[in-house]
Structure formats: C-alpha cells, structure tokens
C-alpha cells in the first residue's frame, strides 16, 4: 500500500509541455507519459528526512538562453551572433521561402548588421526585394538597402534602374522609400540618372513628396554643387509651398546656399522676417512643440538671419523688430525655449549690433548664468563670449559669477570661462588670466582641450607680453606642463622671436641672457618634454656664451642633457649641432672631452642623419679658424641666406673646362630634337605602330595621320614640351610674422572715470573679489563702437524711426517677379489697429479671385500665379489712387495693391 500522499497533489499544464516543446524535448525523453504523474509539494517546515521515499520534487523548466542585450561581455554576444548568422545564411539560401519569412529574416538581418557583425551574404536579397511589387516588401527593401550599402558600393548599380521606375509609379508610398534611398546611396556619377524624375517632384500632389524631393536635390548640392548649380531657384520656389514641411526642407537648402555665398539671397531677406514673425505669432499650426511654435524652423531661420546681416546694417536693421519679439516669447523656462533665447543672442551678436537689442540679449543671458544647472550655466557662458566681443561691459556685471565659474569641478565649466576670458584679455589682465589657463592645463585630461589651451597661451603671451622675464618664464612653463601637446610652430615662434629681437640691442641681449640663465636652471629637472629640450639646446648653442660660462663647460652641460633625460636620444642631432656652434665661438676652436665622446659614438650609429652630421662636425673642425667662424657665426640666426643665381663662383670651373675642349651650353631650345626609341630619325617618316616618346600634341590642335611625317610642335603655340622649362611665376607669401610687439584688442585703449566727489575709504576685499578687479579691470566703460544705447523706445528697436536705406538697383528676373506674389502665408488676421505694415495690409480686403494656396492655413487663398509669359501682351491696367493718398501700383495679377511703407513680405504674403 502507497504511503499516504503530503501536501497538495499538481498536475503538469499546457505551458509546461509548449516549453518542453520549444527546447526540442519530448515528453518521453523528460520521462514523462501522457498521464502527468502527481508530486509532492512538502512545506517549507518539512526536513529531507520527513518526506516520502517515491515522492517526486518539482523542478523549474530550464531557462531561455540570454539575448545579445543580455549579455555581460562582447565574447558572449559573438557566441550568440555567429549562431544567428548562420541560421540566416542557411535560411536564406532555401529556393522556397515564403515572403512574409524574407521580410522576417531581413529584418534579422539588418539587427546583425547594426551590431558590427558581416551581413554582407544578404546584401544581394535586400536589393532583389526593391523589384518586390508588393509595396511593404519594396518598402523594406529599400530600407535595408540604405542601412547595408554605402554610395560607393557595387550593388548601386543594379537599383538605379529600379529607383528610375519607382520615381515615376502613381504609389506615393514607393515614390518616397525611392526618395529615401537616393538621399542615402546617390554619389556623384549617379545623380544625372535620376535628377530629372526628382525635379519633377517638385510638383507632386502629396506634401511627402515634394519634402522628399527638395531633400533630394539639397543632397545632390552636398555631393556635387555643379551638378545643382541651375537648380537653385527650385528652392526659392519650395519656400513659397503651402505645406511647412516642404517649406522648412527649403530653408535647410537656403542654409548651406548662403553659407557658402550670402551675397545673391540678401533680397530674401525679407522673406524670412516675415516667414519668422508668422511662426512667432503661432500662425503655423500643429507645429509646436512644448508650447513653442516650431523651434526647429525657428532656430535655422535665426541661423540664416545670422549669415545673411553680418557685416550688412541696411540687412540688419530689418531683423531687429522680429530678433526682439522672438527673444522675448522665447523666454519661456523650457528647454526648447531657452534654445531658441540662445540662438537669438547668437544671431544678435552676429549681425550689425544694436545697443537695445543687446541689452535684451544680456538681460537673457544672466538667467543663464545665475542657474544652478550646469547646462544652462555653460551655454551662458557661451552666450557671454558672443556679446563680449561687441562690448566687454557686459561681463562685468557678472564678473563674481565668472570667478567662482573658475573654481567650478566641471571641467567643462572652467574649459567655457577660459574661453570667455580668452576673448577679454588685454594687456592690463593678461598675467591673471595666463596664469588660470596654466592653472587648468594642469589638471585637464583631454587631449583636444589642453592643445587648444596651449595655443592660446602662447598667443597670449606673443601679444600682450608685458615684460620680456614674463614672457620666457610662461613659456617655459606652459612647455614644462603642455610640452607633449605644444605644436611645432609654437617652439618656432619662440625661437624665431629671441633670434629675431625687437630691434633694441640691449633689450634683445637682456632678453636672450635671461633666456640662456633660466633655460640652464631647467635643465636640472629630471623630465623634459621632447619640444622644450629642442628649444633649449637651440637656445644655449646660439647664445650661450652670454651667461658668463665657458664653451666647453656648457658642451658638458648639454651632453649631460642626452644622457639623462628620457627624451635625450631623440635630440642628439640638436645637442651635437649645439656643440659645434660652442665650438666655433671658443678660441681656438675645439670641442670638449664629452661632446668628442657623443659625435664619435654618433659616427657608427645606424641613423644616416646623426651619422652625416657627425662626419660634418668632423671635417668642418679642421679647417681655418676664418672658415669655421664663417660657416657658424654668431648671433647670425636672424639673417637670411644670400643665393647668387647667376651662379657666379662656377665661371672658373666653366672656363678651364672650355679651355680643356668641353662643347659649350647650350639652350634647351636651341637642341636638335632626340632620335625615337626604334633608332629612327624625327625628320623621316615613322613606322606605324611604333612608340612615340616625344610630347603630346596640345588639346586644342587636331589629331595627326601617322603616316604623315611628324611635325614638330612649337611651344609657345601651347604644346607640352619637356625639353623647354616653363617660367614659373613664384609669388612671395607674406606670412604673419610674430612678434613680442603689444597689440590691443578690437575695443583700442581703456579710458579712464573721473569722480568729482570725495573719496572714500575702500572696503577690505577677499580673494575672489581681487580677482575679479584683476580680470575686469578697464571693461566696464562702453567701446568706442558700441556708443550709448538709445532711450528703449520701439520705435528705435524696431527700426520704425530710422531713416530708410537708399534703394539699390538690381536687375529682376522673371521668376523673382513670380516670387514676389507667392504666398507663404495668410490665416485669421489680427485685430485691426493699424493702417500700414503687415496688419494693415492683412485687415485689406482680399481681391476677389480663385485658387493659390495658404501656407498657415485659416486666410484666404492667395490670387492665382500669371506666368511671364501670358502677362506680355496683357494690356497694362490704369494705376488708381486711394482715398487716402497712396498709389495703388498693379500687380502681377492685375490687382492694383497700395504701394508706399508696409511690411516688406506684403507682396509675398498675396
């Protein structure tokens, strides 16, 4: 009789066999029957030793293997894709495989190529999927086409064709997943194949298309601006589109167009205010984000504005109004909002300044820089080195905040202050803020940040150096601390700078003894970067002897330098060109006990360069006293060689061979001309098939018979001769030399306040406050170019009191005329208070026609577009005049509009 059952007595569920299914077991195997047999389960009180002996125990079913985000280390995810890549493969080569499979298996396939790993045997099925007539087939085929291929790759060649077709379907679906691909695999060669079908997209009925399109054609500028040259109207045309997608896909291409030229889209200028100050208004719907009307179009409009007013007051005066109405709502405390804030100041300081603008600008900013967010906190930073360079006053006002920013623990935070001190430094604060640069480079750890810093050292240094002691001790130690990321032409400089002098024979000597005595001291530190031990060797050869020591005790000295430092062998050229020149200045010339040692031991190195060296110094000892002087004089590093290009020392050596019975020169084109390789002469005919070794003819002259007999071609006719030289025009580059002269910032001199009343005692400052006198010292007055801002009325901000600028003359086109009446805007019209600007024009009645479009939706439509060419013979209609005065000018569509001061997008907006 069984023992008596414990606990509760479970049965085996369909989830238990589904699992024991999917691992690849059958029940038998697990020995299992079809009856599920019972188990005990015991309490948890129970001991082993309680519990029946038959009884059964459950186990849980075994786990799932992990997935590639599972894993630990990248060993166990090569595990686990070299397993699916081989069942993809396996799978993927079956003659049979259902479509809905293939899309499964590329969507696999795409997953393995994006973790690194080769998918290039399934390169072949993605591209036989884009001849799919299925559309979500070809859809993801052209997908993992684009995440496969590159524009260079050869499978491009067989989608062409394919691309070519699906341009031209009725299926907008396939039109786009084309689009995508072209932007994504088109290269130069391929562009001619499929600009056609794309510029007659421009005109496609659905909005994903024409977007689609104008992306196309940006991208073709990118990979071949020829290609696109006549094309650049197009875009002018898409900004006009009613939808704004099509319409922010323009300015993305107006963007790089007037970055590369700005000067032939300042007639758009006006365009894109308006454009602004309707997206501004949230007149373009279902386009915000956080509350914030289109920040991205926004951001590149404010972007464009920069690029087109800079250096351009007329340009710029325009943007004023619509820059300080877009700061303003930006101001909103989100993200979004404090981007576009921060756009705005930098377009502000890009442009033709204005003072109110500015001072909106600095308003802004300080919000930035009192947060606690160490985001906000650098992009106000950020935001202060843009208006510091149109008035230093406005870091002043936040000059504590400055110099705790320097104390920071982000680096990033100390890395933006420098740069914002950079862009403050003049003569009167350059030793503070050198000093706090050499501060940072201390305990930066990025490579890039501690070079540019480095730079900036040594730029700061050239141009403000106050004493020449100061000057040699920074960079000495900005060598000491940054020596391994100092650029080579910063220690040429260096060098140029003490060879050279400034002109004043005492100040240059003091300059160089001081230079000698600390270059000596340094050397006793144990480590040296390479670039600093090549500035000092060339130091001491050159000007060694003004430290008082003798030749021979400084060679010691400096063959000590290639023994004990770690970089010492990578300069032992410069140490034994240092001895010679150390050499040559003693009396006699003659080298010391160590540097024979060092250029002996130089003879028999496997270097080529320190061997010819070696053997130079050698033989250049025994000559005369006046030759060595002559070939290594002193303090002779400044002057430049003299070349006598007549080649005058080789007449006598030409005349003795004259008189030995040599031929004379004789000029290259006065020569016989060479025999041909096969022996025969140039004046007879020549073999057919036969090498030709003589120039080729010129691309202009037309291709000669064989069988005729050569004729020789002149050069000056433009033929390649190589037998006579062509006389090359060399022009002198005028390099900016440096000097250790002062140059003065962009502002001039600091002026000075004068206080009438009596003076008061000062009060004790700390530490930081010292500081802060000493880096802002001379910036609170206003530049001379930055007079006193004007009372903040609007009218003076916005531009409405000045005078207008003259008018410029310019030839119009007929598609500027067409772009003149297109519409990108329109919807509801604000209250009526005004009779002129685009208020006024908006509350006019609309002219009683039929279609057009409106960009922002809720207007009325706009008047239909008449091409040039039907408004030729159009009779010209009478110009009638308003009640109120103004004329009224007729448009291109025969509409008579008042002409005289409105918005200048009036004519744009319809």
Not at 657 to 665: I, V
Not at 718 to 739: F, K, L, N, V, W
Request: with cysteine.
């Amino acid at each position: 009789m069984p023992p008596p059952t414990v606990g509760v007595a479970k049965t085996k569920s369909k989830e238990f066999y589904d699992i024991v299914r999917q691992i690849g077991a059958s029940p038998a195997r697990l020995g299992l029957t079809s009856r599920a047999p019972e188990f005990v389960v015991f309490p948890d009180a129970t001991s082993a030793r309680e519990r029946a002996p038959d009884a059964r125990v459950s186990t849980p079913p075994p786990r799932r293997p992990p997935t590639p985000g599972e894993c630990k280390n990248k060993s166990d995810e090569d595990v686990i894709m070299r397993r699916e890549v081989m069942t993809l493969r396996t799978q993927m080569a079956s003659p049979k495989l259902e479509k809905t499979k293939m899309k499964e298996l590329l969507i696999r396939l795409m997953y393995v190529d994006m973790l690194g790993h080769d998918a290039s045997f399934g390169y072949i099925h993605a591209v036989k999927a884009t001849h799919e007539s299925d559309i979500s087939m070809k859809r993801l085929g052209y997908l993992a086409t684009s995440a496969f291929l590159d524009e260079h790759h050869d499978l491009i060649i067989l989608i062409v064709n394919t691309v070519q077709q699906d341009l031209k379907t009725d299926n907008y679906l396939a039109v786009c997943a084309a689009l995508t691909t072209v932007c994504r695999l088109v290269n130069e060669e391929t562009i001619p194949a499929v600009l056609t079908q794309v510029v007659d997209l421009l005109s496609h009925r659905k909005e994903q298309v024409r977007k689609k399109a104008v992306m196309a054609l940006h991208r073709f500028h990118q990979r071949s601006p020829s290609s696109v040259a006549h094309l650049h109207g197009k875009f002018r045309q898409m900004l006009c589109d009613k939808d704004p997608s099509v319409m922010s896909a323009a300015l993305c291409a107006l963007h790089d167009l007037i970055l590369a030229d700005a000067t032939p889209h300042k007639n758009l200028i006006p365009s894109f205010v308006s454009i602004l100050k309707q997206i501004v208004e949230h007149r373009l719907h279902n386009y915000d984000y956080h509350k914030v009307p289109a920040p991205f179009i926004q951001i590149k409009l404010l972007k464009i504005l920069a690029a087109l007013g800079t250096a351009d007051k007329a340009a710029s005066t325009e943007m004023y109004s619509v820059l300080s109405t877009c700061l303003k709502r930006g101001d909103s405390g989100g993200n979004v909002g404090n981007a576009i804030v921060y756009e705005c100041v930098r377009t502000a300081a890009s442009i033709y300044p204005s003072p109110v603008l500015l001072e909106h600008c600095a308003a802004a900013v300080s919000r930035f820089i009192a947060s606690s967010n160490h985001n906000l906190k650098y992009v106000g930073l950020d935001s202060l080195s843009c208006i510091v360079n149109i008035n230093p006053k406005y870091a002043a006002e936040h000059q504590m905040t400055v110099v705790d920013c320097l104390e920071d623990a982000d680096e990033s935070i100390r890395g933006k202050t420098l740069d914002l001190l950079y862009r403050m430094t003049k003569s009167h604060n350059v030793e503070v803020v050198v000093e706090k640069m050499i501060e940072f480079l201390k305990t930066s750890t990025d490579k890039h940040v501690r070079e540019s810093t480095a730079a900036r050292i040594g730029e700061l240094a050239e141009r403000y150096a106050p004493t020449t002691q100061w000057f040699i001790d920074t960079m000495n130690a900005m060598f000491a601390i940054g020596g391994d990321v100092v650029k080579p032409t910063v220690a040429h400089n260096l060098m140029r700078l003490i060879g050279e002098g400034s002109g004043d024979v005492g100040a240059d000597e003091t300059l160089r003894r001081s230079a000698v005595n600390s270059y000596l001291k340094l050397l006793q530190t144990p480590k040296l970067p390479k670039v600093l031990l090549e500035v000092i060797l060339w130091v001491v050869g050159e000007y060694g002897t003004l430290s008082g020591r003798s030749p021979g005790e400084l060679q010691d000295v400096l063959c000590g330098v290639v023994e004990t430092q770690p970089d010492g062998a990578a300069v032992t050229s410069q140490a034994m060109t240092a001895c010679a020149k150390l050499a040559a200045a003693s009396a006699p010339p003659a080298l010391s006990p160590a540097a024979t040692k060092l250029i002996e031991l130089a003879a028999s190195s496997r270097d080529v360069n320190k061997q010819q060296r070696s053997h130079e110094i050698v033989a250049l000892l025994r000559e005369s006293p006046a030759l060595i002087s002559a070939a290594l004089p002193v303090d002779r590093s400044g002057e430049e060689l003299g070349v006598d290009e007549n080649l005058s020392f080789m007449d006598a050596l030409v005349s003795k061979a004259l008189a030995e019975g040599a031929s004379p020169y004789q000029p290259v084109a006065e020569r016989a001309p060479p025999p041909s390789a096969a022996g025969f002469a140039t004046s007879g005919p020549e073999p057919v098939g036969a090498l030709r070794f003589d120039a080729y003819d010129a691309p202009q002259m037309p291709a000669r018979d064989y069988g005729a007999p050569p004729v020789r071609v002149d050069a000056s006719r433009g033929a390649y001769d190589p037998y006579i030289p062509r006389e090359e025009t060399a022009t002198a580059a005028t390099a900016s030399e440096p000097t250790l002269r002062r140059k003065e910032g962009t502002w001039g001199a600091d002026t000075g306040f004068v206080s009438t009343s009596a003076p008061a005692e000062p009060p004790v400052k700390d530490e930081k406050a010292l500081l802060a006198d000493a880096l802002f010292s001379g910036v609170t007055t206003s530049s001379p170019a930055a007079a006193a801002a004007p009372p903040a009325a609007a009218d003076d901000l916005f531009g409405l009191g000045l005078a207008a600028p003259a008018p410029t003359t310019s030839v119009s086109s007929p598609l500027d005329d067409i772009l003149s009446q297109l519409s990108v805007g329109g919807g509801p019209a604000p209250p009526a208070g005004g009779g002129v600007g685009l208020e006024g024009f908006l509350n006019a009645p609309a002219p009683p026609v039929s279609g057009g479009f409106d960009l922002l939706g809720g207007g009325a439509p706009a008047p239909t577009i008449v091409p040039q060419f039907v408004r030729q013979n159009a009779p010209a209609p009478a110009a009638p005049v308003r009640t109120d005065g103004m004329v009224m000018s007729p448009g291109m569509d025969g509409v008579s509009r008042p002409r005289g001061k409105k918005d200048p997008f009036a004519d744009l907006l319809g």
